[in-house]
Structure formats: C-alpha cells, structure tokens
C-alpha cells in the first residue's frame, strides 16, 4: 500500500514539472487525496536529487510547492483536536468561522441520525459558507483527521460524512454547483475508510452515492463526469449482485441506464442499446407488484430510452415507447402522483405525435388529448414552464391539423412564459413555429411578432453560449428566421424595418465571431477599467459554463418535462445580472473614449434614419440579401423616405446559384478558363442583378455610389460589371464607387474619417516571391513626405507586434510606434484566408510569420487613413458559413481604427498590379478621396494604350527588374500601339475600396 502512494506521489509530481505555472493549482485540486505530508516528504526529496543533479530551477519550483503546501496542511492540522467524537470540537483556526461551522454540520448530521430535518435548517442558515472553498476545506480536514484516530473511530467518522454527502447532494438550497462538490468531497473522503475488501456493501454504497453526485456534477467537463459516474455504478455492482442484492442491484441497473441514456462519448446507437438493457435488467427485480412506484419510473425511462432510440425500425420503436408510457399510467394516477402523471401524459403526447403506424389524423388527435390532460396538472400558474412546454407541443400539433388559429393561439400562449430573457432557446423554438405557422398563411403581422421574438431570443441564446459550437448551432436555426422577418416586413410594405433586421442580422454576425477573442477598447482607457472589464468577462464565462452543464443535466431530447422551473430562472437570474454590469461598465468607462467597442460586444441595430444620415443628396447605398427562395436588393437615398426594394424571383434566384457554382468552380479549379470567361461572365451576372434597372432608380445628380454585397457577392468586383461594350459601372460615378461590410460598419467608417496622407509604412515582399513589390514600393514612397520601409527579411512579425500571453489566459497586443503613428499601412505580400476559421486568415510576414485577422483586430490604428492590401486574395470573405459571411482582413483594418482600405479579390498579376498601385497612389496626391483615386486608376489601366504605357513608364522613371521587363515585353509583343494590354476585367477590376 505505501509502495503504491509512493508512486502515485511521484507521478503527482512529474505532472507538476511538466505544466505550466497556471496549472499547478488544477493539477493539485484534481488530486486532493495525494496532498498531505508524505506528498510535501516525497517533494522535498525529489528537489535535492534534482539539485545534486544539476537541475536547480526545477528544484527551486518543487521546494516552492512544497512550501506552501507545508502551510495549508499544518493549518488544516490545527483545526482537529485528534479523536473526534461527540461534544468534541472539530476546528479551531484562522479559518474559525468555516471550520466551527463544520464541526456544527457533523454533530448535527451525527446526533440526528442524518436527519435532513434537523441538518437543512443548519445548511440554510449558512448559505454563504457552501462553496467550494468549503469542499476543500471539508475534504483536507477530514482526511488529516482520519489519518490520525483509531481505526474503529475513522469508520465512525467516514459514516457521518457519507451520509451527510447524501444530504449535501439532495440540498435544494444554495448553489448547486457548489452543494455537488461538497457532496463529492465527502464521499470520495468516505470512500478512504470504507474499502471493498474490508466493507464492500458500505463500499458499494458509496459508489452510487457518488455516481449519483457526478451525474448531476455542474463543475468540470459534463463528458468526464457521466464517464466517472459509470464506473462508480459498474463498481457498485461488481458486490450488489441479483441474487444476493436483488433492490440495490435493481436501483443500481436503472441509475446506470439514465447515465448511458446521457453518454456523450463513444457511440450513441450503442449507448442507447446498453441504456434498454440496464432498464430491462431493473424490471426483473422491480416489478409492478413488488415495487410498483419504482416500475413506473423504470418504464417512464425505458420509454425515453426507446424513443430515441437509433437502432432498429422508428416505427416500432414508437410503439415500444409508447407501452411503456402506458404501463407507467397504470401505476402513475392522477390522483396519486399528480406530476408524474401529468409528465407521462405529455411524453405519450409527444410519441402520439411522432407516431408512424395507425392513421395520422388519429395519432395526432390522441396527442393533442394527451396534452390537454397534463394541463389539468401543470397550470400556468402552478407550473408556468411545463404549461409553456405543453402549449408550444400543441401548437405543433395543431399545425400538423392545419388548425392554424388554434396552433397560433397555442404558441402565443407558450411565449407568455417563454420570454427572450427567461428561456431564450425555448423562447427561440416557440417564436420561430409561431411565425413560421403565421407565415405558412399569409398572416404577415402575426409572422413578424413571432419571429421578432424568435430573433430576440437567439440574440440572447448567442449571447450566453459558451462553446463555439453551440453558438453555431443557435445560428443555424436562425439564419431562417432574419430571412424570413425581413420578407415578412417587405411583404407588408415595411422597406424601412426590412433593412434594420438586414443589418441587425450583420452586426449579429460581427459580435458571434468576436465573442471568443478577448477584444479591449482603443484609446486612454484606464488599467483599472481594463482590470474590470476582465473580471466581468470571466464571471459571465464562468456562470455560462455552470448554466450549460445545468442544462445539460435538465434537457432531453424529447422534452421531458425535469427539474424545477423557478430554480432555473433563479440561475439565469445570476447571469442576467452580470451581462447587466458590464453592460454600465461599458456605457459609464468606455462608450466616451472608445464608442466603436460596443459594436464588438453586443448587438446594436442601427435604425434606418441613421443609416440615412450616411449619405448625401448625390450619394446612394444599394446593398443585397440573399434568401433562401430569393434575394432582395435595397436602395437607399437620400431624397427617399423609404428605401425602394427590388425582389428577384425563384428563377433568379436559380440563375443567380448556378451562376455562383459555375464562377467559383472555374477560380479554384481552372483559373486560365476562369480569366477567359471572367467579361462574359460579369456581363451575365449584370443581367441576373437587373444592375440597369437598379441604376434607373437612382437620382439624376447621383454621382457616388456604396455596394453593400451579401455572402459571396463580397467575391465579386460589381464596380467592374459592365453597362454597355465600352463602359461599367464605375464609370457612371465620378465620385467614386466604394463598398462597405454593413452599414453598420459604414457608419463606424465615417466617425474615423481622415485625409491626411503624409506619413507610409510599407511591407515589402517578406516572401521574397513577389516580382512587382520593389517597383510598386519604390515608386509610391515618393507619394509620401516620411516613408518606412520594412523589406523582405526586415519585415518580420516583432517589426509590426509583440503578441503577450498573460498569465490570466487573455493576451496583449503591442505594435511599434512605426505603425501606430502611420497614415497609410501598404502590404505587399502574401495573405491567406482561413475558411474554416475567418479569424485565422493572415498576411504572410518574412520567416513564415503570420499575423491574423484576430490580432488585426487589436490593433489601434486611429492615426491611420488607408490601409492598401497590395496581396493575393486580401479581400476573401467566408461566403460558406453564413455567419462569417463579412468577416475578412479589410473588416478587421475597418475596426482597428482606418476608415478606408483597398484589397484584392483574387490572385492578381503581377505587373498590372505594380502599374494599379503606382497609378493610384499618384491620384490620391490631388483627389484625396480613396475610391475615386482607385476608380480612377482603374479606368487608366483599363484605358491605356500600348504608347501611352511606355510614355508613362519613361516619364514616371519606373525602374522594372530584369523579371517585370521580361513580363512587360511579353505582353506588349505584338500589340499595336493603340492596343490597350490591360483592357481585360483580370488586370484592373481585382482592387475595391472598402470603407470611405
């Protein structure tokens, strides 16, 4: 036994000097049991091996431990008076208060008997002192004390903090989270004394109580624990067998086949198998003569089991569920066990509804019967949240009927209690079906209340989901439902409040793929606010994991009406409170310094009398949407009250897919084809778009123009769709055509607006590929009156940023005072989008550094008016997940403070691109305006002859490389003078301006 701690010893402190400074607490809370005395002996000799071996740092860490742990365990010491039996006391410490009141919890738990009537009142009054410094206080005094008394005197010891684990783990008051850990303290601490081999029923015991606390274990990972729980259960059976523990090994069977019916891991077909086996074992022992409250629950379970079931024909396993709903009625009365009756009621409700055989019409009235009888139990005043449950349930139901009056009534009802702030998921499911419903027949108003609710519900569900795919999850339902608002709006004449929920669905967007960066406000903003904002942050996350494992715990996939709704609310009340504290920190600390940051926090729709305030009489915004039947194209301007809205039809639609497949088909695998089709190509997209008809609708004096694109038209270069054979459409505007993320993002644009140019920090060919980079950078820092120049291997990552990991998780961005103090950032180099993970995407810096999109948004680049993305593919956008649809590298630049940025669509060439980026830095000298200098330098390109080039070259004293010249002649070769070599889309379309 010595031999065996003493390794175990030693593995406890090879895992400490293989970890991380800020994983040596975790790593000593996971094994309590190891830390005493012998643990702190073993170290202390370990650290003077390691020292006589030279290893003086590791030793130095490993006396450090051994230290402070030396202190915690002589003052867990000090709080026992050896044997501890009646009338003794257990603590007197610096830690009094906790320790007194433990010493009251055991003498109340062993004098009553553990009685929870004597040991409740106790609890309740010292709500505040169950926490989990308390399960670490109650799991080190108990051990050390234990440790010290006689044998016969531990098991006495061990019994009462068994059974007051049992207390602990049913305590309906406090936090739960916290009554599980102390629950699980103490039977683990129970378990030391109360081995297999000297007390194996005791032993057994122990094992299901402390399955029982894993089960529904709040802290730590929810998979980890249902696998603890499982063994503990498989170990209580290896002594309760049938034969000789016939009730036991029945409870057992059933608790393990709830556990396998919530197993995340291995494989669901089989967890679900091995779940109706463990239910079929129990009903051997537990029958309905014997135990017959017991068999009604087994068979409620069973039922549950079969319902979901993945093995075998969906039609019988209905019928299997639904005879075992009915077997647990027969014990399950009314008035007997009016809730579990009411329960059973609504899951043979559910089961009629999904029924395969008989006749639907049949099935779905005895559903409907089902539900109303679990209604005459769970009132909305009674059981608000099962009424709810039951309402939405007959809603759907009504729906499969065609009732639609009473399927909206039902649903209308269900979100009397399903608030967006109460159940934003239930919240969700109902407003959606309500609106869907209202939808399906043309009850436009009716659809827009539901789905309005729906939308305030995921904004909440987004807001409190912890893992990234749960995000994803809540988004993918309601995709949908912005969709279908904004057609809902459209249909009742409401263009104004069709293009808030466009943007609204935007700005949703932009906060989901921030919400996992710790993203800090720009400007003066105090350390100790900066302190504040991470404290906030990482309580809210620490409360959504707890609230995510809870729910876990309550849900099952058919709705099982568990747990305590008012428990519930009281939890997310918590969270509420805390969204609301950071929600004043920011208003009250960093709206007056930083009003930009808010926007990465938090949904802010921008209502549609600002996003009039964006433009001028001579100014329009077109921007997109795409649906999933069709897509819309708004047009906003100045002189309109409302904004005019061109709808395509199914076919357009169609046209506009096919014509998306076969484009970026031919860009990523064909790109010579793809460069030959690319102006028929973009004629035929002009004709899909009714771009002509768009331009009608436009004033006369309109002279400037704002695309606002939608998923993968953000590809596209709609500046460069053509109008006529000789001209596109930015020759129509001659103040320039420019393109913008959102509106919202616009806006933000316009607070950052600038004009001053004199001051440029260039990246140059960190690759070393890029045969344009040094013309394209030597020419343009004449433009400028200061210019730094980072070339090749100078153009490292620590040149720009130092990334700092802090020790409390989070990160510091710091750039060099180069790029804080810039104008105009140009990047000529590489750059690559991540369309798995956007906030991956990079510009490809020298020794294969990267810097991403999500340190880009760190940034503070107030003092910077452009930003010029001179790279391949820059301006890429994930078009295939819809929530990342406009998050890119010209996004990020956007918010770390420059109103403007031009980037590339695709892989440009590269002598074209050295011509287009001289060209328009040269216009940006007199026209100062981003978008006309690039449009301008576009139509030049597009324009110049042969001649006319090679007067330019000379007259401007570009100096191409041996590489350029020979690509220059090739191109020219055999082109009369009045031949324009760069007429093609390919050479001078590939650049947008994004932003102002």
Request: charged content about 20%; overall charge negative.
């Amino acid at each position: 036994m010595k031999n065996a701690k003493k390794k175990a010893y030693l593995t406890l402190i090879n895992s400490l000097l293989n970890s991380s400074s800020n994983q040596v607490n975790s790593i000593l809370n996971a094994n309590q049991l190891l830390v005493d005395a012998g643990l702190v002996q073993t170290m202390e000799h370990v650290a003077s091996v390691m020292a006589e071996q030279g290893y003086q740092n590791a030793a130095d860490f490993l006396i450090d431990v051994a230290c402070q742990l030396s202190e915690i365990i002589t003052s867990s010491r000090n709080v026992t008076d050896r044997a501890v039996t009646q009338g003794e006391s257990l603590a007197k410490t610096k830690h009094e208060e906790y320790l007194i009141f433990l010493d009251r919890l055991y003498q109340a738990t062993a004098q009553s008997n553990s009685n929870p009537q004597v040991v409740y009142p106790l609890l309740t009054e010292n709500l505040e002192k169950l926490n989990d410094d308390f399960a670490v206080l109650l799991r080190q005094v108990i051990i050390d004390t234990l440790a010290q008394v006689e044998p016969e005197q531990a098991q006495s010891i061990a019994a009462v903090i068994g059974n007051f684990s049992d207390l602990m783990r049913e305590f309906p008051q406090g936090d739960r989270a916290s009554n599980l850990e102390i629950a699980i303290a103490g039977a683990e601490v129970s378990a030391t004394v109360f081995t297999r081999d000297v007390y194996p029923k005791d032993w057994a015991t122990n094992r299901n109580n402390l399955a029982a606390a894993y089960t529904k274990r709040v802290r730590g990972d929810r998979e980890e624990n249902l696998e603890r729980a499982i063994a503990a259960h498989e170990e209580a059976l290896q002594v309760y067998t049938q034969s000789q523990f016939p009730s036991e090994w029945a409870r057992t069977q059933s608790n393990l086949g709830n556990a396998y019916s919530d197993r995340i891991r291995s494989d669901r077909t089989q967890n679900l198998e091995q779940a109706i086996r463990c239910y079929l074992a129990a009903l051997q022992v537990r029958t309905q003569e014997a135990f017959p409250y017991e068999w009604a629950t087994t068979q409620n379970n069973l039922a549950a089991a079969y319902w979901n079931r993945i093995e075998g024909e969906r039609a019988q396993n209905l019928e299997l569920a639904i005879a075992a709903f009915q077997a647990a009625l027969q014990v399950y009365t009314q008035q007997d066990f009016p809730e579990d009756w009411a329960r059973t009621q609504n899951n043979l409700g559910v089961a009629y509804r999904d029924r395969i055989q008989g006749e639907q019409r049949v099935n779905l009235e005895a559903a409907i019967a089902h539900f109303q009888a679990a209604l005459q139990v769970y009132t909305q005043t009674a059981f608000p949240q099962y009424w709810a449950t039951i309402q939405n349930n007959l809603g759907a139901v009504y729906l499969e009927l065609e009732q639609i009056p009473a399927a909206i009534s039902s649903f209308r009802s269900a979100l009397e209690i399903y608030t967006p702030s109460a159940f934003p998921l239930e919240c969700f499911g109902t407003g959606q079906n309500f609106g869907n419903t209202a939808r399906a027949s043309q009850q436009w108003a009716d659809a827009i209340e539901g789905y309005h609710v729906a939308i305030e519900a995921v904004e909440q569900s987004r807001t409190w989901a912890i893992t990234d795919t749960r995000r994803q999850e809540i988004l993918s339902g309601a995709i949908d439902v912005y969709a279908n608002i904004v057609k809902a709006y459209i249909k009742t004449n409401h263009p104004d409040q069709a293009l808030e929920y466009v943007e609204r669905s935007k700005a949703r967007n932009l906060v989901d793929t921030l919400s996992t960066r710790d993203i800090y406000p720009k400007g003066n903003i105090s350390e100790t606010i900066i302190n504040e904002l991470k404290r906030s942050r990482q309580e809210i996350v620490a409360e959504q994991r707890r609230l995510d494992i809870i729910e876990q715990n309550r849900s099952s996939s058919m709705g099982q009406l568990i747990g305590n709704s008012d428990s519930w609310l009281k939890d997310r009340t918590r969270l509420n409170e805390l969204f609301q504290q950071l929600d004043h920190l920011i208003k009250n600390e960093i709206d007056p310094i930083d009003p930009s940051f808010r926007a990465t926090q938090q949904v802010k729709p921008i209502p549609y009398s600002e996003i009039k305030t964006l433009i001028d009489d001579r100014t329009a915004i077109v921007e997109w949407y795409i649906c999933n039947d069709n897509f819309h194209t708004f047009i906003i301007t100045h002189s309109s009250e409302l904004p005019l809205v061109w709808s395509s039809s199914a076919e357009e639609m169609q046209a506009l897919m096919d014509w998306q497949n076969e484009y970026l088909q031919d860009y990523q695998q064909n790109r010579k084809q793809w460069i030959e089709k690319l102006t028929d190509n973009l004629q035929n997209l002009t004709s899909i778009l009714h771009i002509h008809e768009i331009i009608n609708y436009l004033p006369n004096n309109c002279d400037q123009l704002i695309l606002i694109p939608h998923r993968f038209l953000h590809l596209i270069p709609l500046h460069a769709l053509p109008l006529s054979p000789n001209t596109h459409l930015l020759d129509h505007f001659s103040r320039g055509m420019r393109y913008a993320p959102s509106c919202q993002l616009l806006q933000l644009t316009g607070k950052q607006l600038c004009s001053d140019f004199n001051r440029l920090l260039a990246i140059q060919n960190p690759t070393k590929n890029l045969g344009h980079s040094t013309v394209e950078v030597k020419s343009i820092q004449n433009c400028f009156a200061q210019a730094d120049t980072l070339i090749e291997d100078a153009a490292t990552k620590a040149a720009l940023i130092e990334v700092k990991n802090q020790d409390d998780g989070t990160r510091e961005v710091i750039q060099n005072s180069q790029l804080s103090l810039t104008n105009c950032v140009h990047f000529s180099c590489h750059a690559e989008f991540n369309f798995e993970s956007p906030l991956e995407s990079a510009l490809l810096l020298a020794n294969k550094e990267r810097i991403t999109l999500g340190e880009i948004f760190d940034l503070d680049l107030s003092q910077c008016c452009l930003v010029t993305l001179s790279a391949c593919e820059t301006g890429l956008t994930n078009y295939k997940i819809l929530s990342d649809e406009y998050i890119g590298i010209p996004s990020s630049f956007i918010y770390a403070g420059s109103p403007s940025v031009v980037s590339s669509l695709w892989t440009v060439q590269d002598v074209s691109t050295a011509f287009l980026m001289i060209k328009f830095y040269q216009n940006l000298r007199t026209v100062l305006s981003v978008a006309v200098a690039l449009n301008q330098a576009q139509i030049w390109l597009r324009n110049i002859s042969k001649k006319e080039l090679q007067i330019w070259i000379a007259e401007n004293q570009i100096q191409l490389d041996a590489t350029l010249s020979m690509s220059l002649r090739r191109r020219l070769h055999n082109l009369l003078d009045d031949d324009k070599p760069f007429q093609s889309p390919f050479h001078w379309a590939g650049f947008s301006a994004v932003g102002q």
